[in-house]
């Protein structure tokens, strides 16, 4: 399988797509449809994200390998530090790199409510990104990025500089955090790269289909709606059809808008719903052909 970095440069225009593990192993088997439902649709690559403190690891691994292997795409493996020790993370590397995994997401992940600071061994992902590279240099490592500034950052600035650092540990690449304003996304590529991070950004993209969806999606990403989306929200949020037809029409112009304006592969956050990734590649069944 080929590496993340090296696979979408074989395309002109290309989408990847996010997926998540089960919770329960009684729902592994429906976790797994859906995600081969989205491979079938043959994405540049697909990621797998990992629980908070990274209770469903085990499962991350298995879907990432089974992506690869049997759906014959480029697959990812969400690693997540801040609750794990030394040990687990060797023994997580060690898994991946038996298993076949190149490619690897490099996150700090979130601190879980109740959990002692004093049992952190990694405490930043430029630590974890380090700690990759040192087992293994030939990894293929990506990172997350905040297009509206982390949540924690005290500014933009300051975000910007501890990504630096972290690319330059050894990241080959960065996905942002969702928005659902290009221009603020064009205006923070303008930032990263007057700061040096000049290693290839996918934007991440996720498709709003329904109202409930809105309040814990800002809420987890820390970013804004702008005018367009609400009155969006405002009319169609009622109805779940019209919804989900104009969620995914709004998710499909920004795609557009970001191929039309020189970014090659957008990331979407798929909420492993096959039916909104396939809507999505047959609205750009002719651009990504």
């Not at 609750?83 to 687990?88: A, G, L, N, Q, Y």
């Not at 690897?104 to 109740?114: H, K, S, V, W, Y």
Request: proline share 6%; hydrophobic share 40%; net charge negative.
């Amino acid at each position: 399988m080929m590496k993340i970095n090296e696979a979408v440069g074989t395309y002109p225009y290309s989408v990847s797509f996010e997926v998540f593990p089960p919770k329960k192993k009684e729902n592994m088997d429906s976790v797994v449809s859906a995600a081969k439902r989205i491979a079938a649709l043959k994405p540049a690559f697909m990621s797998v994200t990992y629980g908070a403190g990274g209770g469903t690891s085990d499962y991350t691994i298995e879907i990432t390998k089974d992506l690869q292997n049997e759906m014959g795409v480029p697959a990812m493996a969400h690693l997540s530090c801040i609750t794990s020790d030394r040990e687990t993370i060797d023994r997580q590397l060690t898994r991946m790199k038996a298993e076949g995994i190149q490619n690897i997401l490099a996150l700090r992940g979130d601190i879980p409510e109740g959990f002692s600071p004093s049992a952190i061994n990694y405490h930043h992902a430029i630590e974890l990104v380090r700690k990759i590279k040192e087992f293994d240099p030939d990894f293929c490592i990506a990172g997350a990025c905040y297009p509206e500034t982390h949540p924690e950052a005290d500014s933009m600035q300051e975000d910007i500089r501890f990504l630096k650092e972290k690319v330059d540990a050894g990241m080959d690449f960065l996905i942002t955090q969702m928005f659902f304003d290009n221009p603020v996304f064009y205006s923070y590529m303008y930032q990263l790269r007057e700061a040096g991070i000049m290693v290839p950004v996918h934007p991440g993209i996720m498709p709003i289909v329904n109202k409930a969806q809105v309040k814990r999606t800002l809420n987890l990403a820390g970013c804004q709606l702008p005018t367009r989306f609400r009155r969006i929200l405002d009319t169609f949020g009622s109805s779940r059809e019209a919804m989900r037809q104009a969620g995914i029409a709004y998710a499909t112009d920004q795609i557009i808008d970001l191929f039309a304006n020189g970014f090659k592969t957008v990331h979407v956050y798929s909420m492993n719903d096959p039916g909104v990734a396939e809507a999505i590649m047959n609205n750009l069944s002719k651009i990504i052909m």
